[in-house]
């Protein structure tokens, strides 16, 4: 079966830094795009950024470019997220998305994981 | 950047209705936009993709259509399990970002 973990989350100040790991299983990693997606309490989901899955592209949200950095290592079929400069406004449930090209050209998000709960706050 | 809005934001409804659910973009998006279903607790669900593809699974009650700017989420004869929070998605241009979503409720 398809599966998306998340780890990492939890309580950390405003300014600090957290990073946030998703480990997959069942299918090929390396052959997929990544995407990290979060939704705070009550809030709408919000995409974060993704990445190519040679680790060749990646692009982010304009809230977050230049603090979080999403890397991979294929190898070990994770995915990553570095928070720095951490606000109160990113507090949210991250979830780590698989991205599957239907064969159209885009590429839609077609398994989640259960989230990762992260809070910013003093 | 293009900006989704949805619309209604609230759907009262009861099981055995048609909800229609509209998305609508600022710029076109061609055909690259999915639908999601969200439920309390859990993580969305996808459930079209390019506009008026059911993904794997998803029951044939769900019908998306559309493309450029408006697109259109019908749910035919709603199951007690329906009921929940709709999100649409563009993946035509970055950054990607959802719409702000319509919740589907009981009446």
Known sequence: DVQLVESGGGLVQPGGSLRLSCVASGFAFDNYWMTWVRQAPGKVVEWVGNIKGDGSAKYYVDSVEGRFTISRDNAKNSLYLQMDSLRAEDTAVYYCVRDTNYGSGSYYGDCWGQGTLVTVSS | ?107
């Open chain 2, 1 to 107: 950047e293009i900006v989704l809005t949805q619309s209604p934001a609230t759907l009262s409804l009861s099981p055995g209705d048609r909800a229609t659910l509209s998305c609508r973009a600022s710029q076109s998006v061609r055909s690259s936009l999915a639908w999601y279903q969200q439920k309390p607790g859990q993580a969305p669900r996808l459930l079209i993709y390019d506009a008026s593809n059911r993904a794997a699974g998803i029951p044939v009650r769900f019908s998306g259509s559309g493309s450029g700017t408006d697109f259109t989420l019908t749910i035919n004869s709603l199951e007690p399990e329906d009921f929940a929070v709709y999100y649409c998605h563009q993946r035509s241009s970055w950054p990607l970002p959802f719409g702000p979503g319509t919740k589907v409720e009981i009446k």
